[in-house]
């Protein structure tokens, strides 16, 4: 891979200690000890501590008994084992087989499916599960009547409410971050080698076994790595389809331990523990993997075009794949979503259903209260948390790379430390540290803030970083020489030069949020609901066609921010 | 001479305490809704009402209250009711009291005061009620019938079920779903109708031959049964079938034998707008609260309130203070014959 990292060619001049801006940086680094550390140890803390009486605690070992020599420590393990290596492996089949067709092959009308890949980001997590429970549900889901009545099968060939279901669902959530990743892969190939293959007479088959796949091997490992961890974090299927399927996972659990009477933290905490050092092992693992190169944002010139390889006519079955993907894969959820939307309760297509459509449920959500708080919440909250964390990561990139304050370093680790943080481990560990420090912003929007932003540091750190590391020092020296302080320095030149990054990740980090869900379902109380949450809630308790239009309204506020992004930076697609 | 001053001043001082805390009880009592209402008013307008009332009633409910006393805003915080129990526990552990009101099933109401978070005051409009459905701390909001319901589209007239020994036929092997917490069919059937514990677990162990779904929220298992998931429903809300059979569900429940079980009132402690839950709670305890909750489509307890709606069965078991006792004996049953976590 052609690859540059650009040196660190000297520092800017530091501030000197009588000049107060020196305060700004330093209390950035202070807030990020707040939001990565005292979480994590409190977490810890509270593993160890078991309820005797109300709020009464104790301290003991039995949480851990609990959690890890309790009669369900199997099945919990070998589910989430299978359903994170299963979502893992379909998922990066998927991702490849359409990067691969859509970067290094000649089939038909490839570009087109670049976006369309991505588009399911767009849908939420919560949303995936109802609309593929709206698929595949054994008895009425719309594909099994479909394909029971179609070929007179006797019972449903699908059922969502199973590993497998949990798998597919959560599969076809992930295959656009495997496709960006390993396009970015195949982008940066050097084909040279691939020609030589070719030239010594390999086919298209031979040279893709032996050669190109063999270059892949440390992506492919990094790539399965990080989807396997972000499987093993997620909630939300395990939420809607594994719950009411009764296979329980690691975030289940959690959950459930949670939803106990009484709550159950200790053995919740212990089980959060475990998960954290699973996720933080995966993730070095894959920093290793990739040794560091998605910390840096590089420089990529690019001298030279990746292959194409010429498919014959197999290339039409390629397009059949795209165009089956395209359908049946990515416009079908939406599409059952927008339907059921119109319907007062969930029935299949038939003339009948017809008769029964109607704006009802739009109308009772423009008088619903609590929907247009959970939007209001939600805006509010994703757009400050992009802000924040930007700001925030913005002023530690610049200590970080640009001051020569010693161990900075450490901040950049601890900048990193919260992408091996599971969303439901956050809430946990909130709900723990505002238990043990009575500040009551529990149960308000801004512990859900704090949350958020903590999350989405590394996210703001790499597209921060990526555009620091390019500002080249000359132009912050010849501020500093005409006589600028270090906080006009930084406002007037470094922050403009920064402003394309900055957006890219803003808006990254305010669709994310828009979307939360593990860590919110701890946090988020009927003061301070989320969009998200009401969709769980209202779900769990059979509003389903409802469920199904606050969501088409909720994709709705999405594509606005998608399309306003578009317009304000000519770019679509997700920094990696 | 200084001892005398002290005991006669002592004993004025107790005198006086007492009248006055006599005096603020009676006027709690003697005061008005109107009166009350005034100082809800006063605490910002806002009731957080953590209650499990189906979306499909409250929206008839509350705007009556609304109406009654403008300016109140009911912030219904609405989830299952262990939810809500667990949210409640969690919010005070942080220091944090965000629930005016609870109203949900006893046995979470209870759950709550086991946990300390509830006060001891009844309203005085809780003197019309029987004593089975108050304690000092709670009383009933309104009653639940679970009973049960079938889709008229995949059950035929002649298979519809008379009462609950029906389900133990194997002909409903894998056509019936339920709520996996519902024990008090179990309850009710072991103390009020067969009044014998073997004979009510024998019928459970002939349920759970028959494979029965379980799914968790009553609404969920009605819509689950609308789109056909199953044919019928073992343990489902009598309430929920009146408003979706006149949407042109096909739908139908029994009103021969059911469950009765309580949905409870209690006020919470250190709720951020006491006056406003103390008036909510007088409201929907009273004659004129039950009637909107009867023309919402739920079971009034109160003894003078009809239920608006089909929903009272011919033959009622109920669930009530003695029966709750027993919680936990007969919950360890049902999830070791169903085979339930």
């Given at each position: 891979?052609?690859?540059?990292?650009?040196?660190?060619?000297?520092?800017?001049?530091?501030?000197?200690?009588?000049?107060?801006?020196?305060?700004?940086?330093?209390?950035?680094?202070?807030?990020?000890?707040?939001?990565?550390?005292?979480?994590?140890?409190?977490?810890?803390?509270?593993?160890?501590?078991?309820e005797?009486?109300?709020?009464?605690?104790?301290?003991?070992?039995?949480?851990?008994?609990a959690?890890?020599?309790?009669?369900?420590?199997?099945?919990?393990?070998?589910n989430?084992?299978?359903?994170?290596?299963?979502?893992?492996?379909?998922?990066?089949v998927?991702?490849?087989?359409?990067?691969?067709?859509?970067?290094?092959?000649?089939?038909?009308l490839?570009?087109?499916?670049?976006?369309?890949?991505?588009?399911?980001?767009?849908?939420?997590?919560?949303?995936?599960?109802?609309?593929?429970?709206?698929?595949?549900?054994?008895?009425?889901?719309?594909?099994?009547?479909?394909?029971?009545?179609?070929f007179?099968?006797?019972?449903?060939?699908?059922?969502?409410?199973?590993?497998?279901?949990?798998?597919?669902?959560?599969?076809?959530?992930?295959?656009?971050?495997?496709?960006?990743?390993?396009?970015?892969?195949?982008?940066?190939?050097?084909?040279?080698?691939?020609?030589?293959?070719?030239?010594?007479?390999?086919?298209?088959?031979?040279?893709?076994?032996?050669?190109?796949?063999?270059?892949?091997?440390p992506?492919?490992a990094?790539?399965?790595?990080?989807?396997f961890?972000?499987?093993?974090?997620?909630?939300?299927?395990?939420?809607?389809?594994?719950?009411?399927?009764?296979?329980?996972?690691?975030?289940?659990?959690?959950?459930?331990?949670f939803?106990?009477?009484?709550?159950?933290?200790?053995?919740?905490?212990?089980?959060?523990?475990?998960?954290?050092?699973?996720?933080?092992?995966?993730?070095?693992?894959?920093?290793?993997?990739?040794?560091?190169?998605?910390k840096?944002?590089?420089?990529?010139?690019?001298?030279f075009?990746?292959?194409?390889?010429?498919?014959?006519?197999?290339?039409?079955?390629?397009?059949?794949?795209?165009?089956?993907?395209?359908?049946?894969?990515?416009?079908?959820?939406?599409?059952?979503?927008?339907?059921?939307?119109?319907?007062?309760?969930?029935?299949?297509?038939?003339?009948?259903?017809?008769?029964?459509?109607?704006?009802?449920?739009?109308?009772?959500?423009?008088?619903?209260?609590?929907?247009?708080?959970?939007?209001?919440?939600?805006?509010?909250?994703?757009?400050?948390?992009?802000?924040?964390?930007?700001?925030?990561?913005?002023?530690?990139?610049?200590?970080?790379?640009?001051?020569?304050?010693?161990?900075?370093?450490?901040?950049?680790?601890?900048?990193?430390?919260?992408?091996?943080?599971?969303?439901?481990?956050?809430?946990?560990?909130?709900?723990?540290?505002?238990?043990?420090?009575p500040?009551?912003?529990?149960?308000?929007?801004?512990?859900?803030?704090?949350?958020?932003?903590?999350?989405?540091?590394?996210?703001?750190?790499?597209?921060?970083?990526?555009?620091?590391?390019?500002?080249?020092?000359?132009?912050?020296?010849?501020?500093?020489?005409?006589?600028?302080?270090?906080?006009?320095?930084?406002?007037?030149?470094?922050?403009?030069?920064?402003?394309?990054?900055?957006?890219?990740?803003?808006?990254?980090?305010c669709?994310?949020?828009?979307?939360?869900?593990?860590?919110?379902?701890l946090?988020?109380?009927?003061?301070?609901?989320?969009?998200?949450?009401?969709?769980?809630?209202?779900f769990?308790?059979?509003?389903?066609?409802?469920?199904?239009?606050?969501?088409?309204?909720?994709?709705?506020?999405?594509?606005?921010?998608?399309?306003?992004?578009?317009?304000?930076?000519g770019?679509?697609?997700?920094?990696? | 001479?200084?001892?005398?001053?002290?005991?006669?001043?002592?004993?004025?001082?107790?005198?006086?305490?007492?009248?006055?805390?006599?005096?603020?009880?009676?006027?709690?009592?003697?005061?008005?809704?109107?009166?009350?209402?005034?100082?809800?008013?006063?605490?910002?307008?806002?009731?957080?009402?953590?209650?499990?009332?189906?979306?499909?009633?409250?929206?008839k409910?509350?705007?009556?209250?609304?109406?009654?006393?403008?300016?109140?805003?009911?912030?219904?915080?609405?989830?299952?009711?262990?939810?809500?129990?667990?949210?409640?526990?969690?919010?005070?552990?942080?220091?944090?009291?965000?629930?005016?009101?609870f109203?949900?099933?006893?046995?979470?109401?209870?759950?709550?005061?086991?946990?300390?978070?509830?006060?001891?005051?009844?309203?005085?409009?809780?003197?019309?009620?029987?004593?089975?459905?108050?304690?000092?701390?709670?009383?009933?909001?309104?009653?639940?019938?679970?009973?049960?319901?079938?889709?008229?589209?995949?059950?035929?007239?002649?298979?519809?079920?008379?009462?609950?020994?029906?389900?133990?036929?194997?002909?409903?092997?894998?056509?019936?779903?339920?709520?996996?917490?519902?024990?008090?069919?179990?309850?009710?059937?072991?103390?009020?109708?067969?009044?014998?514990?073997?004979?009510?677990?024998?019928?459970?162990?002939?349920?759970?031959?028959?494979n029965?779904e379980?799914?968790?929220?009553?609404?969920?298992?009605?819509e689950?049964?609308?789109a056909?998931?199953?044919?019928?429903?073992?343990?489902c809300?009598?309430?929920?079938?009146?408003?979706?059979?006149?949407?042109?569900?096909?739908?139908?429940?029994?009103?021969?034998?059911?469950?009765?079980?309580?949905?409870?009132?209690?006020?919470?402690?250190?709720?951020?707008?006491p006056?406003t839950?103390?008036?909510?709670?007088?409201?929907?305890a009273?004659?004129?609260?039950?009637?909107?909750?009867?023309?919402?489509?739920?079971?009034?307890?109160?003894?003078?309130?009809?239920?608006?709606?089909?929903?009272?069965?011919?033959?009622?078991?109920?669930?009530?203070?003695?029966?709750i006792?027993?919680?936990?004996?007969?919950?360890?049953?049902?999830?070791?014959?169903?085979?339930?976590?």
């Amino acid at each position: 891979m052609a690859t540059a990292t650009i040196p660190l060619i000297g520092r800017v001049n530091m501030p000197t200690l009588r000049d107060p801006a020196l305060l700004v940086p330093v209390i950035g680094a202070g807030i990020l000890v707040y939001l990565a550390v005292l979480p994590l140890l409190m977490l810890f803390v509270g593993s160890f501590q078991a309820e005797v009486a109300p709020r009464e605690f104790v301290y003991t070992l039995k949480n851990y008994k609990a959690a890890y020599a309790s009669e369900y420590t199997y099945s919990t393990f070998m589910n989430s084992l299978i359903f994170a290596s299963g979502s893992a492996a379909l998922s990066f089949v998927l991702g490849t087989m359409l990067a691969w067709l859509t970067e290094r092959t000649n089939t038909p009308l490839r570009s087109i499916f670049v976006p369309i890949a991505v588009v399911p980001l767009i849908l939420p997590g919560v949303l995936e599960s109802i609309a593929w429970i709206f698929l595949l549900s054994p008895k009425f889901g719309y594909l099994n009547v479909w394909l029971t009545s179609l070929f007179g099968l006797r019972s449903p060939p699908f059922n969502v409410f199973s590993l497998p279901g949990m798998i597919w669902v959560h599969s076809v959530g992930q295959v656009p971050l495997a496709f960006l990743l390993m396009v970015a892969a195949f982008k940066s190939m050097d084909p040279s080698l691939e020609e030589s293959a070719m030239m010594s007479g390999a086919n298209t088959w031979q040279t893709f076994r032996r050669v190109t796949f063999r270059l892949l091997m440390p992506t492919v490992a990094s790539v399965m790595l990080i989807l396997f961890v972000r499987t093993l974090e997620s909630f939300e299927t395990p939420a809607l389809i594994g719950i009411p399927a009764r296979i329980y996972v690691y975030t289940s659990e959690i959950y459930l331990a949670f939803n106990e009477y009484p709550p159950d933290y200790g053995r919740g905490g212990a089980l959060a523990v475990g998960l954290l050092l699973l996720s933080a092992v995966g993730v070095w693992m894959y920093t290793r993997v990739t040794k560091e190169g998605k910390k840096f944002q590089t420089v990529t010139g690019k001298a030279f075009r990746p292959r194409q390889f010429d498919l014959g006519g197999w290339r039409w079955v390629g397009f059949g794949f795209l165009t089956f993907y395209f359908v049946f894969v990515v416009l079908l959820p939406f599409l059952v979503l927008f339907w059921a939307s119109f319907l007062p309760f969930f029935a299949t297509p038939s003339w009948d259903a017809l008769n029964k459509l109607s704006l009802d449920n739009y109308r009772y959500l423009g008088g619903f209260r609590p929907f247009w708080d959970a939007m209001k919440n939600s805006i509010i909250l994703s757009t400050l948390t992009a802000t924040v964390a930007m700001v925030l990561t913005s002023l530690v990139a610049w200590i970080v790379y640009k001051s020569r304050l010693p161990g900075s370093w450490i901040l950049d680790f601890l900048a990193f430390v919260p992408i091996t943080i599971p969303g439901i481990v956050m809430g946990m560990s909130l709900i723990l540290l505002y238990v043990a420090f009575p500040v009551p912003i529990y149960g308000t929007i801004w512990v859900l803030l704090i949350a958020y932003v903590t999350r989405y540091i590394p996210y703001g750190m790499r597209a921060a970083s990526g555009s620091i590391l390019q500002i080249h020092n000359e132009l912050e020296e010849a501020a500093s020489a005409s006589g600028a302080s270090w906080w006009e320095t930084f406002k007037r030149v470094t922050l403009p030069l920064l402003r394309p990054g900055l957006v890219a990740g803003w808006i990254y980090i305010c669709i994310v949020s828009f979307r939360e869900f593990s860590t919110s379902v701890l946090l988020a109380t009927g003061e301070s609901r989320v969009l998200s949450i009401l969709l769980f809630t209202m779900f769990e308790q059979g509003q389903v066609t409802v469920v199904a239009a606050i969501g088409v309204l909720m994709i709705a506020t999405l594509l606005s921010i998608v399309a306003v992004f578009y317009k304000l930076t000519g770019k679509v697609g997700i920094q990696t | 001479m200084l001892r005398v001053k002290r005991k006669a001043f002592l004993t004025i001082a107790i005198f006086v305490a007492g009248v006055m805390l006599g005096a603020t009880s009676t006027s709690a009592a003697g005061q008005s809704l109107d009166e009350l209402y005034k100082l809800a008013l006063k605490e910002g307008g806002t009731l957080n009402f953590y209650a499990t009332l189906a979306q499909i009633n409250a929206e008839k409910i509350l705007p009556v209250f609304e109406k009654r006393f403008p300016g109140i805003k009911v912030n219904h915080v609405d989830a299952t009711a262990d939810k809500l129990a667990a949210r409640a526990i969690t919010e005070a552990r942080g220091g944090r009291v965000i629930s005016d009101i609870f109203q949900m099933a006893l046995e979470n109401v209870l759950q709550v005061i086991d946990q300390k978070l509830v006060v001891d005051w009844l309203p005085p409009e809780a003197a019309a009620y029987p004593a089975n459905l108050k304690a000092a701390n709670w009383m009933a909001a309104d009653m639940v019938i679970i009973t049960a319901s079938w889709n008229t589209s995949l059950v035929k007239k002649e298979d519809e079920p008379k009462q609950f020994d029906d389900f133990a036929d194997p002909k409903w092997k894998g056509k019936l779903i339920a709520e996996a917490r519902d024990v008090e069919l179990l309850i009710g059937l072991a103390k009020h109708k067969y009044k014998n514990d073997e004979k009510a677990f024998d019928f459970v162990r002939k349920l759970a031959a028959n494979n029965i779904e379980f799914h968790k929220g009553h609404s969920e298992l009605a819509e689950f049964l609308v789109a056909g998931q199953a044919a019928a429903c073992v343990t489902c809300y009598a309430h929920h079938y009146p408003p979706r059979i006149k949407k042109g569900a096909p739908l139908g429940y029994m009103l021969t034998e059911g469950i009765a079980t309580i949905t409870a009132n209690a006020l919470a402690k250190d709720a951020p707008h006491p006056n406003t839950a103390r008036l909510f709670y007088r409201w929907s305890a009273s004659e004129e609260g039950q009637k909107a909750y009867a023309a919402g489509g739920r079971l009034p307890p109160h003894p003078k309130v009809e239920p608006v709606e089909k929903i009272r069965p011919a033959t009622v078991y109920p669930i009530g203070t003695d029966e709750i006792k027993e919680w936990r004996k007969y919950e360890k049953i049902w999830k070791e014959i169903l085979k339930l976590r």
